[in-house]
Every structure is written in structure tokens, then in C-alpha cells.
């Protein structure tokens, strides 16, 4: 707009000189023939469209004019519009050139805003006051209603209001007790069935793949069950509840085995697979990335696959629910690095990649 502001000063400029030599009479003919013109033109057109600089350019010569003379002008725009425009410029130009001094109580740092929001968050039974007095003692002097004006502005309600748990917050505060496991199906490249008994750990994301075979029984599922109880306690782990759907092969006599160990056993609903979502997301992950994009020849050829996903999911594949480590390999620090070799390691022939740097 400035340029264009410039220009049209130019030219107006260059149009004066050129008004300079000339006499009053020719100045009242060419007067008289541009209001001619600016009337036929008022017939053709509808309502003019104006630019800023327009505005200006209007404003700034006409603003001279007493307002007794402004009226008998042959203009586009009424006379009342150019004083709006000129009162409009006079506005801008205040703007600009005057800073008003700011009043009031000066705004929240920044960090102690985003400090009573994450409070706020981790909280859910805490309220304006209550947060109000853990920033004191964290020796931070802001007013309880700068408290309450930040939770408003960013839509938290009050402490009663937010105080309910939601499904996801309540399985991720008991996912340390929980374990799943589930039996899954997949087909050798003659067309054969084979049945793959897994588990997984809800806090460690840690899976088990405990065995596999052509004609699971109630028998072999109770046998598995041993061999995971005894790498549980291996492991230390201490679980309390195990998921499971209900298969027939889930007998009474698994039940007991895992009573005894002190698992309660909890069955999900009749076609309900989201009750075991965590199952069911690992079997989709190894079908995903492993079984449809292996052939499959045997039940021999099955396990050394599976065994070699497990190790490959538990000490290597990023988590999101992690914060992208690995269940039993967590996040190395941070390191500059001024030279960047990574290598490649293939397992079951290319099928799956892991990344490290080099040695």
C-alpha cells in the first residue's frame, strides 16, 4: 500500500505541475468535461469498490475542502464518507505514531501458566485453591484468581466436575497388574492349521509366545499356563489379574492353576475382542509385520519365527505406550554425535530390520 501511495503522490504531483501553465478558462472546460465524463460513468456503474489507498489519496485532498463546498461536488462517495475515511486516517496515523502505556496488573510468566495447567492435569480433585497453595510452597506468588482466570480460559472446569476416571486412565494406573493372553491361528503355506498361544504384560508391553501346535487341547493350554507361571516368578513379576476370552480350552483346570499362583482370572465378554485390546493389537502386529510376510512351512519353521519376533519385539520395536523404547531396552541417553554410522542387522532373512549404530 505504501508504494502504491507513493506512486499515485507522484503522479498527482506531475498532474499539478502540468495544471500550472494553464488559464482559468481551460481549467473550467476540462473541470466541466470530466464531470461529464464522471456522470455518464455513475450511469454505467454500480457501487464503486475503493482500496485503502483510494481512501487515502481522497481523504488527504479533499480534507481542505469546507464542508458548505464538499456537498456541491460531483464525487462517487458522499461527503460524510470522506470525513469517515479522513477521520479513519487520522486514527491510523495516532496508532502508529503514539504507544499507549500498558494498565493493569502485568500478564502471567509464561511457565507458571503452563505449571497450573499441568497441575491441573495431573490433578484431577484439585481445584483453583488447591493448586493455589502447592505453587506457594513451591514458593511461586500469584493470586488464587489468576489460578481460576487460567483454568477458565483453557476450558478446565472445576475440581468436582473432572474428578471422574476415565476406562484408559484406570487400566494404565492397574496395567502393572494385568496380564492377557489368547490363542491365535495361522496357516503353513499346504494350507495346515496351526494354533500360537501367547501373552503379554499390560505394564511392560513384554510378550511370551509359549507355544505352538496342530491340535491344541485343554491338556497342552493347562502345560503352557505351568510354563508361564514359572516364568513369571522368574522374572519377578507380580501380577494379580489375567485377561482371557472364553475359549473352550480355557477350562476350570487353568482357572484353578492360575488361582493357586494367585492370578484372578478375568473372562472377557462373548464376542467382545476390545475387552482384550492389548492381546488382540500384538496379535494384529505380528500378523502385520511377521506371518504375512513369511511362508510358513511347519510348526518347527513357526516357532524359530516366533521366537525370533519375540526377542525382536521385546529388546528392540518402539512403544508408543513406552514413549517409543522397547520393553526390556530402554531409551539410551542422549549423545552428540559428530559422525552418524548406523548399520543394519536383518533377522529372518530381511523380513525384520534393527538399527544400531555402528561399533
Known sequence: MLLRLAYLAMTNTFALLRLLPMGSREKDIEILALRHQLLVLQRQVGKPRFTDTDRAVLAGLLHHVPMGKLRHLLLLVRPDTILRWHRDLLKRHHA??????????????????????????ENASWGYRR?????????????????????????????????????????????????????????????????????????????????????????????????????????????????????????ASFD??????????????????????VMERWIQTCRRELLDRTLIWNQRHLLHALREFETFYNEHRPHRTLKQAAPLRPLPEPAQIRRLVVRRRDRLGGTLHEYQHAA
Open 256 to 277: 484353578a492353576l492360575m488361582a493357586h499362583a494367585g492370578l484372578s482370572v478375568v473372562a472377557t465378554g462373548i464376542r467382545i475382542p476390545r475387552m482384550n485390546s
Open 131 to 251: 493448586i493455589h497453595g502447592e505453587l506457594a510452597a513451591l514458593g511461586i506468588k500469584v493470586a488464587a484468581s489468576i489460578v481460576w482466570e487460567i483454568l477458565r480460559e483453557h476450558g478446565i472446569p472445576p475440581a468436582p466436575e473432572r474428578q471422574g476416571t476415565t476406562w484408559a486412565d484406570f487400566l494404565r494406573s492397574q496395567a502393572e497388574a494385568l496380564l492377557a493372553c489368547d490363542l491365535f491361528e495361522t496357516r503353513t503355506l499346504t494350507g495346515a492349521r496351526l494354533y500360537v498361544f501367547a501373552a503379554i504384560e499390560h505394564g511392560t508391553r513384554r510378550i511370551r509366545v509359549l507355544g505352538a501346535t496342530a491340535h491344541p487341547t485343554a491338556e497342552w493350554v493347562v502345560q503352557l499356563g505351568r510354563n508361564l507361571l514359572m516364568d513369571l516368578e522368574d522374572a519377578g513379576n507380580k501380577a494379580r489379574f489375567l485377561i482371557r476370552d472364553r475359549d473352550s480350552k480355557f477350562t
Open 96 to 121: 502508529t505514531t503514539c504507544v499507549s502505556k500498558r494498565r493493569g496488573r502485568p500478564p502471567t510468566v509464561r511457565s507458571i501458566r503452563a505449571l497450573v495447567l499441568r497441575l491441573a492435569r
